[in-house]
């Protein structure tokens, strides 16, 4: 299957460009939609979702015209937002008999099976009798990819599922989207780099409402090859790299010292050490970047 966004754009009533001329294809496979808070991801998602509309632009699913059919998409489509809101005090297994019902699957027999694999797939079978209002965050996030597997979805939407979990909740959460992403396409948003590296086919970073790279992570980090440089400086320093180099990221070393990485094309061995580019790399030079012309624009403008 292919999705494919074409020229998408959403300005807000107060003027937020939420969305600015959006354009890529998708194809299955697991896509990450890499963002920091604010980007627009779910916006995007809700629109491709039909939850909302865009103000210019079209979107297809293969032959299929999402806006002009969103019953049609909705069928095919399984959406897990940000907050899955009130449970109610049901077990795992009635409620998902319950919307499996109301997504029209009226056999019991056939919704038994859908059932059982939907709470096997996401490591729930043996908590199927406990309610749901009392399951940690994970095992709630976990659910909610349970529901939307009700219906056989051919693409998958699933906004910043990993927010506030644990460790360990996160991993298993990703395995369970890892188990999903092979047959459908699987979209998810997300503002942690890690969570890309580990588990997508295919990504995309976003701020400001534009798609700013849109790669797989192998690719992303390849382009940087030879081009980050590493240093350890003092504290009081910073400043001045900032001035003179493109600095896209610093972490303390101890009280008084900073390891800064500095994106570079040109040589900057005679100062700095050579160093492996990683997906955070790809990350923030995307940012930096964008910052960089939006201020030349805006002292354009
Ligand atoms: P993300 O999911 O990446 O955090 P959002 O799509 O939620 O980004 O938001 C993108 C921008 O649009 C933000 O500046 C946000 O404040 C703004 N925004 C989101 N929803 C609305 C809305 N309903 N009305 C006005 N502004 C909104």
Redesign the pocket.
Known sequence: MELKLDHLSKT???G?K?LDDVSITISNGMFGLL?P???????LMRTIATLQEADTGEAYLDQLNIFESPIELRKILGYLPQSFGVYPKMNAYDLLHYLGELKGISNKKERDTIVASALELTNLYDVRFKEVAGYSGGMKQRFGIAQLLLNKPKLIIVDEPTAGLDPAERQRFLNVLREIGTDNIVIF?THIVDDVKELCTDMAIMNGGKLLLHKTPKQAVKALDGCIWGKTIQREELENYESEYRVISSGFKDDHSLFVRVFSSDSLAHTFEPKQPNLEDAYFVALKEHQTEESITDEVA
């Open positions: 807000y009533a107060n937020v939420a963002g808070n604010g980007a627009g991801k779910s916006t948003s």
